[in-house]
């Protein structure tokens, strides 16, 4: 008996060992991920149109953490370990950006920053004007979305910021329910968000939903698309990517 034991101990020990071994590098592949998702980068998922075409649904992408510092918002569960934002910079017009709506901080939204603080922003029959002065807008060819099944063409404008930043956005209808709207004056320290697709955009024109963005709700910058899948398969189903993934997408940037 006392043998069988001598044998049996060492191989008792030897996995313990490697039960402890495999937790201890489970718990800081962890630590890392955990610390690179809340400083450096977090993935979110595109659940609808608004953004088209620059970004579509399906589409999966990198947002960095530390373009405009950090708040609450950045944290696991949004924790109140601070007030304000710290080693924080403002965002640039033009910017693609992940926020919380103010109205309902658990929900986050992505537009692009049309409107800096100080601002008067307005759409006067589909134009966008800045401070008085209409945005440089000029036709492209038409977007064509050929997924679910049909063929559809979208008008396409490229419009130019005033500090030079250049992007694409949709017009599916003239005069749309935003294409005409009041001046809003975007206050201190809050940024005026807009959507591409300009008539499918509950954005910062909709005062009621979204309104003005406070610096403080802002999440990070969009930066990478990573992964996209269309045709509303869901990104797990493997078998379906060879038909699905949209590979001229992957690891584009977004601008």
Not at 11 to 31: C, D, N, P, S, Y
Not at 50 to 71: C, E, P, R
Not at 135 to 141: D, F, W
Not at 166 to 182: H, R
Request: overall charge neutral; glycine content about 10%; proline content about 6%.
């Amino acid at each position: 008996m006392s043998v069988y034991d001598s044998q049996e101990k060492p191989q008792e020990k030897k996995k313990e060992g490697g039960l402890l071994e495999t937790a201890r590098v489970i718990f800081h592949a962890l630590i890392i991920a955990l610390v690179i998702r809340t400083f450096l980068f977090q993935p979110f998922n595109i659940p609808s149109g608004s953004m088209m075409a620059t970004l579509l649904i399906g589409d999966y992408l990198f947002v960095s953490k530390y373009s405009y510092g950090y708040s609450r918002y950045s944290f696991p569960l949004s924790l109140p370990l601070f007030n304000g934002r710290i080693m924080g910079s403002e965002p640039q017009r033009g910017d693609v950006v992940v926020f919380r709506l103010p109205k309902d901080d658990s929900t986050d939204y992505i537009k692009r920053v049309i409107g800096l603080p100080g601002d008067r922003v307005q759409m006067v029959g589909g134009l966008l004007h800045i401070n008085g002065q209409p945005v440089k807008r000029e036709r492209v060819s038409d977007y064509v979305d050929e997924e679910g099944g049909r063929t559809v063409r979208v008008r396409r404008w490229k419009e130019t910021l005033p500090n030079g930043v250049s992007y694409e956005t949709l017009d599916l209808q003239d005069n749309g329910f935003l294409d005409n709207t009041p001046v809003y004056e975007v206050p201190p320290g809050n940024f005026f968000m807009m959507g591409d697709n300009r008539d499918n955009s509950t954005d910062s024109r909709v005062l009621s939903q979204v309104g003005y963005v406070p610096l403080d709700n802002i999440i990070g910058k969009a930066q990478v698309i990573f992964f996209s899948v269309g045709d509303g398969v869901p990104a797990w189903h493997v078998w379906a990517w060879p038909y699905a993934v949209r590979w001229g997408r992957l690891l584009t940037l977004v601008r």
